[in-house]
């Protein structure tokens, strides 16, 4: 059959063919045997009955042989048929029911109606699992649209600040309203730095969340990384009053294979968050210790604190908790999200703790130690 025509008969049909192709197939050896064999064979065993016939009665026999077999494979043949019809129905019932669920649910996904499922239908096993595999991918699809709109939405919303701020600048500057001093200069080259950053930040995010984050990994002792990124906030720390008290303890000497900006990159945004909700007179406490197999630094603050609920949040792209609303003081969300994404590429974690409101939280940064980390992909470059 060319694939035309097994496209315009249906799966029904087919199957339906193929069973009355050998259904025929059995009815015509029956039919020879009967007709070839049968009438000898029956001949031989009348006369080992009784050797001696009257030609008539014999004739009359052998005739009510012969329809016998006829009546016998007429309704052989008609059994079959109607066996063959309803195992056909019944088999493709669930099938076709299941196919063509798969089909329109196919067309609603094409169409962009992502939220298209299918159940199942009693097609089999193997359909079962088609619309298994079907309902995760349309999951797994839908899931990635709404991270989409949900990062074009906070995008929208993080550059609608700093771009309405430059609008109305230039437009008090173009009609005298403004003077170009100092304050202004300040405020754009702080807006504009804000645009920039997020550009950054976005690019590290969707590299981050796609696996695309390249480390560069080199050996690197733990004192050392903490003691670059403790002495670099020390004045942003004495400048707001809050104290910054580094106690590296027994990790001072470890070896990590780590990218050292990174790393960095996830320090710098933790004691930058404890500062910014640390009150003055505060304490920021940066501790490492061995645990096992792993390297712990942990930046503990004696400020805000977190609600247990918001835990887990703070994680998220651009979650920003109630403190830290104000645009002006705060960042953009995304510096813990990025740094999650970094302790993961090294093939450790990132995690908070807090005992709540006012009590302080507590951001703990778990390294493998070497044997323990994944061998850089491109040796010689250093680079996965
Ligand atoms: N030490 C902390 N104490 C209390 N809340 C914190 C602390 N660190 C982070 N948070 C909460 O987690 C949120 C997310 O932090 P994250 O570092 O991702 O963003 P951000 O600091 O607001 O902006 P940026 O993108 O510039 O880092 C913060 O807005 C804040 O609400
Ligand atoms: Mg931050």
């Known amino acids: 059959m060319s694939s035309a025509g097994r496209r315009r008969y ?56 012969r329809e016998a077999s006829f009546v016998a494979l007429s309704a052989g043949l008609l059994i079959s048929l109607g066996c063959a019809i309803a195992v056909t129905w019944w088999m493709t019932r669930g099938m076709q029911r299941t196919l063509d669920a798969l089909t329109t649910a196919a067309a609603e996904v094409s169409r962009g109606h992502l939220s298209a499922r299918v159940s199942s239908a009693g097609g089999g096993a193997e359909l079962d699992t088609l619309a298994g595999a079907f309902n995760l991918m349309a999951g797994q699809l839908e899931s990635t649209e709404a991270t989409r709109r949900r990062l074009l939405s906070d995008l929208a919303h993080e550059l609608r600040t700093p771009i309405s701020t430059i609008q109305l600048y230039c437009e008090g500057l173009s009609d005298g ?17 804000r645009l920039a950053r997020l550009a950054g930040d976005i690019d590290d995010v969707s590299r981050a969340e796609e696996g695309r984050l390249e480390l ?77 197999e792993e390297v712990h630094v942990t930046v503990t603050d004696s400020g805000d604190g977190i609600p ?30 990025i740094s999650r994404a970094i302790a993961d590429a090294h093939g450790g974690s990132l995690t908070a703790s807090s005992a709540g409101p006012g009590q302080g939280s507590s951001f703990t940064l778990r390294l493998p130690s070497p044997a323990r980390q994944r061998p850089p992909r491109g040796e010689g470059t250093g680079r996965t």
């Open 177 to 193: 309203v403004l003077q170009w001093d100092e304050g202004t200069e300040r405020v754009l080259t702080e807006h504009t730095g």
């Open 216 to 292: 560069d990994l080199v050996p690197v002792a733990v004192g050392h990384l903490l003691a670059s990124a403790v002495e670099s906030h020390q004045d942003a720390f004495a400048r707001a009053g809050v104290r910054l008290r580094d106690e590296r303890g027994s990790a001072d000497d470890v070896l990590v294979h780590v990218d050292v900006h990174r790393v960095r990159q996830v320090l710098d945004n933790l004691l930058r968050n404890a500062l910014r909700h640390t009150p003055p007179e505060g304490t920021v406490v940066v501790s490492a210790r061995r645990a096992g």
């Open 308 to 337: 247990a609920d918001q835990l887990d949040h703070v994680f998220e792209r651009f979650y920003r908790g109630d403190t830290a609303r104000d645009r002006d003081h705060g960042g953009s969300g995304i510096g813990l999200t």
């Open 10 to 65: 249906g799966l029904a049909t087919r199957l339906l063919f193929a069973q009355v192709v050998v259904l025929l197939a059995s009815l015509l050896t029956a039919g020879l045997v009967a007709l070839l064999l049968g009438p000898s064979l029956f001949h031989g065993h009348v006369l080992q009955v009784r050797p001696v016939w009257d030609p008539e009665e014999l004739l009359h026999i052998e005739r009510g042989f």
